[in-house]
């Protein structure tokens, strides 16, 4: 297969697969995204913001960390 046809078929299934997962995005209802804000990866890390439901990370028990490893 030439090189300039493996680009444009490259070139063309990576638009289509962003194209695909903006859709996928928009398509998603405003609460769903307002749901995974809320409890997204790094709530309650900054120290301005209130911590709505969750617990900091400095106030979790230890109990919790059994096991464990780093």
Not at 8 to 18: I, Q
Not at 48 to 68: F, K, R, Y
């Amino acid at each position: 297969m030439p090189v300039l046809t493996l680009t444009v078929f490259s070139l063309v299934g990576l638009g289509v697969f962003a194209a695909l997962s903006a859709a996928l995005y928009s398509s998603l209802p405003r609460s769903f995204l307002e749901s995974a804000e809320r409890h997204g990866r790094f709530h309650g890390l900054n120290r301005d913001e209130p911590v709505v439901g969750g617990t900091p990370a400095e106030v979790m028990p230890e109990a919790s960390l059994s096991g464990q490893t780093a």
